[in-house]
Structures are given as structure tokens and as C-alpha cells.
């Protein structure tokens, strides 16, 4: 059985997710690093896995390290559309132009 995650830790993550400006995105690597736990890139995208269990958080701005969308989560393309994300196909944000500066 897994390691149950705290709630502490869990807020920190989606407090972090919340601050993404609209029309931007950032990867599961800076909100690790942002939470100071580098290496937990993973974690972070288990806890957004979750997070309509504790509230309504932005998770469609949380990308992987190229800019590839969540597969089978066709509404977080839609969404970013939506901001004005810029993409460079049909599966990947262009981060050289949409990536957060946190």
C-alpha cells in the first residue's frame, strides 16, 4: 500500500497551482521546485490527479517538462485555448512562450 499524503502537503502543491497566472502554465517540475521538493515531479501530478476533492483549482495550466497535455483530458486543451495559450500541435503548449516565470 502506498504512502498516504498529508493535507499540508497537498494544499502547498494546489496553493502553488492557484497562483498560476491565467494564459500561462507551468510544469510539474517548478511546482515541485516550487514547494521545495525538487525531485517530487511525480507527487505533484498525483496530488492534481485528486485535487477535485479540494476545491477548484486550475490544474489545466499544469503541464509535463515538453508541454504535452494530460492524455485523455481532451477539456485542459480546450481550457488553455480558451486563455489564449499558444500550442505548437495538437498535444504540447508552446512553452518558449506560455511558461510561467515563478
Keep these: 500500500m502506498g504512502r498516504i499524503l498529508?493535507?499540508?502537503l497537498i494544499y502547498e502543491i494546489l496553493s502553488a497551482v492557484e497562483e498560476i497566472p491565467q494564459g500561462r502554465v507551468?510544469?510539474?517540475g517548478q511546482i515541485a521546485r516550487l514547494i521545495g521538493r525538487e525531485k517530487n515531479a511525480r507527487l505533484v501530478g498525483k496530488v492534481l490527479g485528486m485535487a477535485g476533492f479540494y476545491g477548484n483549482y486550475p490544474c489545466h495550466?499544469?503541464?509535463?517538462?515538453a508541454g504535452r497535455l494530460v492524455l485523455g483530458w481532451r477539456e485542459q486543451g480546450e481550457l488553455l485555448s480558451q486563455?489564449?495559450?499558444p500550442f505548437r500541435d495538437e498535444f504540447h503548449v508552446d512553452l518558449r512562450r506560455c511558461r510561467w516565470d515563478c
Design 6 to 8: 498529508d493535507d499540508d
Design 83 to 85: 486563455e489564449g495559450v
Design 61 to 65: 495550466r499544469v503541464v509535463n517538462h
Design 26 to 28: 507551468a510544469t510539474y
